[in-house]
Nanobody, 128 residues
């Protein structure tokens, strides 16, 4: 049974930092592309960042580029999202997600539909 468990969310002032973690189990982690998505109240779930299963290429939404960094530790089966210079508009429930990397050779990493497995989410609230 695949499980993705996020942690690290919380309340932070604008300009502050948080580091999210997502621990995976029940899958061969190194063969999965990992992504972070977020969903604010009344809005659709949106792509934040992804790191591919092979070579560790990274991709970011324009809104977080230069402020957020995604990384992975294949030994610990964990993916991280370092969030710096946080803004009130970053407030959302942040989800970790995974899909089997070799299944998609094109651009799949920013599509909600491509991800097979999802965590329960961790809340990030940025106060102004």
């Amino acid at each position: 049974q695949v499980q993705l468990v996020e942690s690290g969310g919380g309340l932070v002032q604008a300009g502050g930092s948080l580091r999210l973690s997502c621990a995976a189990s029940g899958l061969t982690f190194s063969t999965y592309t990992m992504g972070w998505f977020r969903q604010a109240p009344g809005k659709e779930r949106e792509f934040v960042a992804a790191i591919t299963w092979s070579g560790g290429s990274t991709y970011y939404a324009d809104s977080v580029k230069g402020r957020f960094t995604i990384s992975r530790d294949n030994v610990k089966k964990t993916v991280f999202l370092q969030m710096n210079s946080l803004k009130p508009e970053d407030t959302a429930l942040y989800y970790c997600a995974a899909y089997y990397g070799p299944r998609c050779s094109g651009r799949c990493w920013d599509s909600v539909r491509e991800y097979n497995y999802w965590g329960q989410g961790t809340q990030v609230t940025v106060s102004s």
